[in-house]
Structure formats: structure tokens, C-alpha cells
């Protein structure tokens, strides 16, 4: 039987080893494409120049030239993309009836409000007698997948690491393949135009000048970067004035490289016992934990993982606030890694939770700001990770470090910044200060800040706080929790940022 069906694009902007892609194309002899840029989502973004809205835009260009290639290859005049302007529910839905096709397929989302959205596409369809699937694609375990003895989520890191680890075969990172069966892709000679940014209401955040590379061929050639680096990962994560990790992390978001394939290539290392390869596994499998997690208690995006920890009063300080936003705390690694994000829209892992134990526990402000703070800023924002990290960072999360656990942004600089290339990097005003005292210019002397050319509190802020003060009044304010469980200690959490 001759039957079509309409493939939606999402998170998943690439045209190999594609589950949705596979299943259409296997099941049926036309197979049309199509990516909507969602105004439910993009009106509400507070910045005309989005480098995440330049990244999909450019990804999707290459993805539709991919497509078009891939089918003129097998001998057929269709591929390319469809691209709609519009809320995605319903142009989906519109096209799907416009097409006449018999089913919709997708790769399945795991955030609530998306589940929401593909509750309520399927609805739509079904009334209009058509189809719809969804496919696991963007993470290697989902959902279910790996539950404790007793069939629940499991709600620490190491125990559910193993279990994902005996799970994770060859049969789960075998690719799909969509090459096969390339020849059913269709055209369809209303799709038009790829719609330009401007067309799109935004401007251009010169992507390629941070540089961000874009699509899958960004990917790839990330990826080969990274790949003989990678036997040193696990010592040289720790470092953000060093290339220890792979920035694949924001490709990792959009889909522009396949889960299966960087987790076979970590798996293969690993076995044959290169630390660097475990270590980056680990992190895809926090990945993988934190996706679980939203999937099982949504809660988590507004209220503490365990519920007895929003008891917690935070303060009401804009004063610090705008100080932590503004990259002017007084302390340098703060601040540079402030203005990394400011600057490229990318923050270093390690960096990410010493400045959200900073915001949380020295200015003692609640988790949640922060994390809908990179939430608009991050390229590689996640809710899951982004969520799980802040959480962790808070000591409200799940596995997360223990509340009397307080990083010291001085110590914290010493150790992964020792000779202060990081910092100087984003904080140039500081550049003749000395190693000894870049991680804190306010303890030294007025002759050495003399003989830096510095004007403290004017060329670079006083600290805003106490780290010995706010140390404990976060005890005090934890005081609420002391005679709840203490949980082990965690030495790091998949925040984002490492891919």
C-alpha cells in the first residue's frame, strides 16, 4: 500500500540515525519533513538576537540541503525540508491534513510543557483520522528503562550509573539506518523558501565569531576534535583556562549529533580501560538521570526534589542579585565565568556550580532565579541538566551535595584557575594582579594594589560579601532541615556544559 507520513523535526536536527526518520521511511513510500520555528515559544524570549534561535536556523539549512542530497542520492527528486512559522500544535496538524498523510512521527521530548503540546497534537490528529508516534532518540535509557529492584526511579546517581551501565548494549547504540531507505523522502513543491532570520523577527548574534559551530558538520567537527583529547577528559574537565572538554553540549541540545553514536565512541574507549572515556560516559548518563528524573516528578521544574527542602527562606537581595547577574561580586572566578556566559553564551561545567553555590549559599538567594537565568542565556540550556544541576548546587535536588557542603569561591579559584588564565581572560582589569592574589585582589596590600595600577572599588568591584558571614548563615538558614537525613557527598554533577 502506498501511504505517506509527515516526519517533525525538533530536537533532533540532523537526517542520520534518526529514529523518527527510520521509522517513516521504513513503513512508508513517501515521507515528507518538516520543522516549525514555534511562536509559543519563540515570542516569549526576551532577546531579539537569540544565538540558539541563529544555531536552529542554521542547523536547519544544512539539515534540509543534507535531505535533499540524501534522497538524490538514491535516486529520488524529493528530501528538503517544510519550515512553518507558527505554534507548532497547530501547524503540524494544518500541514499533517494538508499533505494528506497517514501519520505524524517525532522523537519524543520529555518536558512537561512539550508533553503537554504532544498530548494535545495527537488529540488533534486522531480526530482527523491520522496517526502519531513518538520515538525514544535523545537519550540513550528513558522513562523506565532503568528502575531500582523494587520497580521505582531511582533517586541517587552511582547506583542507577551502574544499573544504566549493564543496560547500555550494543543493541541501544546500534544507529538507524536511515540511508536505507532514503529513497521514500518526498518533495513537495508548495514547501517554498527556508525562512531568514529576519523573517523570523530576529538578528544575527554572529554565531560564528565566538566561534559556535553550527549543524552537523559543526558537530563532526567538534567530535574529532575532542576525540584525542578525550583520554585526558577526566582530569582536564576541571579547568576552564584549559580545552579539557568537548563543547558538544549545545549540539547534544539541538540534536545536531546522534546520542548513540558519542556514547559507542566513549563505551569502545572505556572497555578497553581509558579513564577519560569512562569519565565522559558518566556524564552522559548523568544525562540520561536528570532526563529520567523530569520525566517521573515534572514538579521539579518549580519545587524542590525533596519537598521538606521548600521550607527554605530565601532572600530578597536585588542589591546582590543584580551584582551575581552583572558580573560584579568582588570575586573574580564569579565574575569571569559571569562574563563568559554574557559574552558567548557558554558557561565551563565546573564553573557552573561554584556560581550557583555562590548565588544559593553566599548570597543566599533562591535556586530558582538562577536557573531561569540561564535559562535566557545559555546556548546549551536544558531544562533537565540545567534543573538537576541548580538543584544539586542547592542542596535541594535529588542526590544533590548536603547543604552544610559550601564551596569557597577562593579556594575554589586556586584549584581549577591556579595561575589565573581564566580569569584574566574575562577580566582584563585585572591582569597585572599576581597569581598569589588574583583569585582575591581585596586582601592585598595598598602598596601591591598600588603597583598594580588597580583602583579597587572602582576598576573592579569589593567583594559584596563575607564568605565566612554567609557561610553561616546558610547553616542557620538550612536549620530548618537539621533533623532531616544526611546524604553522601558528590564530587561533581552533569550541569551541562561538557557534553
Known amino acids: 500500500m502506498n501511504t505517506s507520513a509527515l516526519v517533525w523535526f525538533r530536537r533532533d536536527l540532523r537526517c542520520y540515525d534518526h529514529a523518527a526518520l527510520y521509522h ?82 517525532t522523537n519524543r521530548d520529555y518536558e512537561p510543557d512539550a508533553r503537554a503540546r504532544d498530548q494535545q497534537v495527537a488529540q488533534a490528529l486522531r480526530i482527523a483520522g491520522i496517526d502519531f508516534s513518538d520515538y525514544k532518540d535523545q537519550v540513550l535509557l528513558e522513562c523506565d528503562e532503568v528502575l531500582t529492584g523494587q520497580r521505582r526511579p531511582y533517586s541517587v546517581f552511582t547506583p542507577y550509573k551502574q544499573a544504566w551501565l549493564q543496560k547500555l548494549d ?49 558537530a563532526h567537527t567538534l567530535l574529532q576534535d575532542f576525540l584525542p583529547r578525550m ?31 558519542l556514547a559507542g565512541v566513549a563505551l569502545r574507549q572505556a572497555t578497553q580501560g581509558c579513564v577519560g572515556a569512562q569519565t565522559w560516559l558518566s556524564e552522559l548518563a548523568w544525562r540520561d538521570f536528570y532526563f529520567m528524573i523530569l520525566w517521573h516528578y515534572p514538579r521539579v521544574v518549580s519545587q524542590s526534589f525533596r519537598p521538606e527542602y ?54 543566599g538567594i533562591d535556586w530558582r532565579r538562577g536557573e531561569r537565568y540561564f535559562a535566557v542565556h545559555l546556548n546549551d540550556y536544558d531544562l533537565a541538566a540545567n534543573n538537576g544541576g541548580w538543584q544539586w548546587a542547592a542542596s535541594t535536588g535529588c542526590d544533590a551535595q548536603p547543604w552544610f557542603r559550601i564551596f569557597n569561591p577562593v579556594t575554589q579559584s586556586q584549584k581549577i584557575d591556579p595561575e589565573g588564565r581564566f580569569i584574566r581572560r574575562y577580566l582584563p582589569e585585572l591582569a597585572r594582579v599576581p597569581d598569589k592574589h588574583i ?61
Open 310 to 363: 521548600d521550607c527554605i527562606q530565601w532572600d530578597d537581595a536585588p542589591a546582590l542579585w543584580d551584582a551575581w547577574c552583572g558580573a560584579r561580586t568582588g570575586y573574580p572566578l564569579i565574575d569571569a565565568a559571569m562574563r563568559q556566559l554574557h559574552q558567548t553564551g557558554y558557561m565551563h561545567n565546573r564553573l557552573r556550580m561554584v556560581v550557583a553555590s555562590f548565588l544559593t549559599k553566599d548570597l
Open 170 to 218: 550494543s543493541f541501544q547504540l546500534k544507529p538507524y539506518p536511515v540511508e536505507r531507505y532514503a529513497h521514500h523522502l518526498a518533495g513537495w513543491s508548495e514547501a517554498g523558501p527556508l525562512p531568514a532570520l529576519e523573517e523570523l523577527g530576529f538578528q544575527s548574534a554572529n554565531l560564528h565569531a565566538l566561534p559556535l559551530p553550527t549543524g552537523m558538520r559543526g
Open 24 to 105: 517513516a521511511l521504513r513503513r512508508h513510500q513517501q515521507v515528507y519533513c518538516a520543522f516549525i520555528f514555534d511562536t509559543d515559544i519563540l515570542d516569549v524570549l526576551p532577546s531579539r538576537q537569540d544565538r540558539r534561535v541563529e544555531f536552529i536556523q542554521a542547523s536547519i539549512a544544512e539539515l534540509h540541503d543534507a535531505l535533499q542530497a540524501q534522497a538524490r542520492q538514491n535516486g529520488a527528486a524529493g528530501g528538503g525540508l517544510i519550515v512553518r512559522h507558527g505554534p507548532a500544535a497547530v501547524c503540524i496538524v494544518q500541514l499533517a491534513k494538508h499533505l494528506g498523510v497517514k501519520e505524524v512521527l
Open 439 to 499: 583569585h582575591f585582589p581585596a586582601a592585598m596590600k595598598p602598596a601591591e594594589i598600588q603597583a598594580c595600577g588597580l583602583h579597587l572599588g572602582v576598576d573592579y568591584p569589593l567583594p559584596i560579601v563575607d564568605h565566612a558571614s554567609a557561610r553561616e548563615r546558610t547553616l542557620k538558614r538550612f536549620g530548618c532541615l537539621k533533623n532531616q537525613p544526611q546524604y553522601g557527598i558528590r564530587s561533581r554533577s552533569a550541569n551541562g556544559g561538557d557534553g
Open 231 to 261: 583520554a585526558s577528559y577526566a582530569e582536564a574537565r576541571d579547568f576552564p583556562g584549559r580545552k579539557g572538554v568537548s563543547y558538544l553540549s549545545v549540539h547534544l541540545r539541538f540534536g545536531t549529533v546522534s546520542i548513540r553514536e
